[in-house]
């Protein structure tokens, strides 16, 4: 299910009989207006876009063109309505949502479609529209549910980057790893089965590495896996999110839901975040993790993934 008015959030994916995603009874299903918070009005769950940045900040002073100015929490996307497009053909279904950009000049097409043999693919492209050359970090953002049974699937040993944490220790942010250990205090921790790992009441973001080469990333849920294929050279990193009931912007206050009178639900999710550039905050690619991606004047940038289920006996 895609909503144009909700910055063209995909709310639902249905793959092998299995809807996907991770949905938000606190945060109502409404169009979000200009400066409202990602976390208190857009973070209803499904499938955001997050472009020029994922966190909220500032654009460095020296960067020609955009210095000083204010980026808000999941980028410029997920606030505004984009044109949509729907097409049928012999190949299947397809929508085109293309957004232009309000702090930056830069114009970001997404199109999903929905091929006959059930698989799922999404091809980007951003154009910069401006005189000068555009910094940007760009991540999808699904959310999936988190239970005792997640099991995620990324490349063994692969460098993990710790950029943020709550109620647990992995060390500072920007510490290295390898995918899926990380170091609590003295013992190490497998992330591949985040519902099982540690206790209760912790959160963590991390950026792993991709080979430059076809890469599979998967989520395993009650013996179905969702894959997600992507090109190193394209898409040089996954985000992972997981929050274990140790994040929500609802801590020590009750839901904006008017007639939702019971505390709110702690969270438990986990996303697995195909990305551009790290970390969240556009700030910080430019400056100490150096891994910011410039879009020169006129030029465009394209990327794709593609996702498919299968039940985990049969995913080769």
Known sequence: MLIPALGGKIRDVTLAGRQWFWHNADIPVARPARGDSYALAGDSGGLDECFPTIA?????????????LELPD??????????????????????????????????????IAVRPEGAL????????????RVPFVWSSNPLFPLSARTRLV????????????????????GSE????????????VDLSRPGTALRDGFACKLFVDLPRAEALIALEEDGVRLEMRIHGREIPRVGVWINRRGWTPFRGRRSRVPFLRRKPTPYANVAL???????DALSDALGEWDAAHWLEPGATARWSMTWRARRVADAA
């Open 56 to 68: 909220a900040c500032r654009v460095p002073a020296w960067v020609r063109g955009a210095g000083d």
């Open 74 to 111: 999941h980028g410029e996307l997920w606030s505004q309505e984009p044109d949509v497009t729907i097409l049928t053909d012999e190949e299947g279904h397809s929508a085109t949502c293309v957004w232009t950009g309000r702090a930056l000049p830069y114009r970001f097409t997404r199109t």
């Open 121 to 132: 693919s999404f091809a980007y492209a951003v154009v910069n529209t401006g005189p000068h």
């Open 154 to 173: 990324l490349p063994e040993g692969a460098r993990a980057r710790l950029w943020a944490q709550r109620g647990v220790d992995f060390g500072r942010p």
């Open 177 to 188: 790893h390898q995918w899926p250990w990380l170091r609590a205090g003295g013992a190490l």
């Open 273 to 279: 975040q195909p990305c551009i550039g790290a970390p």
